[in-house]
């Protein structure tokens, strides 16, 4: 299903970023007429981390001047806006109240409809994101929709758009997770995904071997736990304390890449095959990973089913507004602004 709304603005505050975007839909294509994010990096960098309260209170002060210059950018006033999407769940409580809140006060103010967005839904509409100026091929259904990020690792077997069928997810840490706490392991800053991901490149996978959970389980279930733990053991063993530092820093940065991007790609394709489907649809922070992208291009190719694969560009991976206008229009189901509720524990298992 799609709507007659042609100008919606998407707000995102799930977790640290405080972004705005204004998108158009022309037909089948939509266009990123503005996408401001901003976050609160250096302090996460200072702490290793996020801090819910203090995320909270940075958005606060971001969350009015970044829709205004959303606008701006996009060269439209308020009268041009034919919807308001936000984010309404899962993330940090104090972080969505800020989005929805705001987004709340300006549908009543400005007596436009509300659309909420499931977040993890929204990182998937990325995918239908047209740039200006490139040709693309939109997906199409039925597609398997990989979810890599911080807080989330799902498989889900898309019929349509608002129709889907769960496979399975992480059992404990998501990809992102686990790239993030190995970083911090190495003491490395967060977060840990670019980060590795960049001295992997330096690195050789072969020289410290890693396992690989649940890779064989015959389910779409995943556990990351278990790896890190095994970094953990890694990094206080004599063979790992006897190599030059460096060389053992970007050769396990380059283990733990690849440890994580086997299993994602593994359990992936079984699901494209079991099902049938030759299409795929990666979307979350970790999309970004190149890695990830190379391999599952790779395998998807190799199937036997031959797959389409779709991967948004690295700032559509990342928590964006674009990607809650995005799925809006495809989502078009307004609710009571004065109803409407912060769930931070939503998720795709209906
Ligand atoms: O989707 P996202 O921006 O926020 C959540 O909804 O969680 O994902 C953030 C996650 C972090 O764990 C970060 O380390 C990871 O995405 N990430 C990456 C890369 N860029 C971001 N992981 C691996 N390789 C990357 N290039
Ligand atoms: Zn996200």
């Given at each position: 299903?799609s ?48 801090i ?28 041009q ?121 330096k ?22 736990s ?37 299993v ?18 990666v ?9 990830l ?58």
């Amino acid at each position: 299903m799609s709507t007659a709304f042609k100008i919606i603005l998407g707000i995102e505050t799930s977790c640290d970023e405080t972004s705005a975007a204004v998108l158009l839909k022309n037909g089948e294509s939509i266009q990123i007429l503005s996408n401001i994010v901003t976050s609160s990096a250096s302090l996460q960098a200072k702490y290793g981390g996020v801090i819910p309260e203090q995320a909270a209170r940075e958005q606060l002060k971001f969350i009015i001047p970044v829709i205004s210059e959303a606008l701006l950018q996009a060269k439209v006033t308020k009268n041009q806006i034919d919807a308001i999407a936000a984010t309404f769940g899962p993330g940090l409580i104090g972080s969505l109240l800020v989005g929805v809140e705001t987004t709340k006060t300006l549908s009543l103010i400005w007596d436009r409809p509300l659309i909420p967005i499931n977040h993890l839904i929204g990182h998937f509409y990325a995918n239908w994101i047209t740039e200006e100026g490139i040709a693309k091929n939109l997906p199409t259904f039925p597609c398997i929709g990989l979810l890599v990020s911080g807080g989330h690792t799902d498989l889900v077997l898309f019929k349509n758009h608002g129709r889907y069928q769960y496979l399975g997810g992480t059992r404990d840490d998501a990809a992102g997770e686990c790239f993030d706490k190995c970083a911090k392991l190495l003491n490395l800053p967060y977060p840990g995904g670019p980060i590795i991901s960049k001295l992997a490149q330096k690195g050789d996978a072969k020289i410290f071997n890693l396992p690989r959970p649940m890779i064989d389980t015959d389910d779409f279930d995943f556990s990351f736990s278990g790896l890190k733990t095994a970094v953990f053991r890694m990094i206080s063993e004599k063979r790992y304390k006897s190599y030059p530092q460096d060389l053992a820093k970007v050769n396990l940065a380059a283990s733990i890449e690849q440890a994580i991007v086997d299993v994602l790609v593994k359990k992936t394709i079984s699901a494209a095959q079991k099902y049938n489907i030759d299409q795929v649809i990666v979307s979350g922070g970790v999309a970004a990973n190149t890695k990830l992208k190379k391999q599952l291009q790779h395998n998807c190719q190799l199937s036997i089913v031959n797959c389409q694969l779709f991967i948004p560009p690295p700032h559509l991976c990342t928590d964006n507004a674009a990607m809650v206008a995005a799925a809006a229009f495809y989502y078009p189901n307004p609710v009571n602004p004065l109803k409407l509720q912060v769930n931070p524990n939503l998720s795709l298992i209906k």
